[in-house]
């Protein structure tokens, strides 16, 4: 099973881009998404960028993964 989840673009340089999940700030790889701008929001996997999505489902996705770290019911 595959998973990705959804990271803010806090800045671009070049083909990477720093990305932040809940205060956490990691590195991306753009080669699969055109087009990225800070303040987007990124679906982030195995490095890489994606898919761009809107800061509702970013924020809807988010709290799914941690209801389902935290156990909690549907």
Do not use: W
């Amino acid at each position: 099973m595959c998973l990705a989840i959804p990271a803010k673009v806090i800045s671009v340089n070049g083909t990477s881009a720093l990305v932040s999940i809940e205060d956490v700030e990691y590195t991306a790889s753009l080669l699969l998404l055109e087009d990225v701008q800070p303040g987007d929001y990124i679906m982030l996997h195995a490095g890489f960028a994606i898919k761009k999505v809107d800061a509702e489902e970013a924020a809807f996705t988010l709290q799914l993964l941690n209801d389902m770290d935290r156990g909690k019911p549907e």
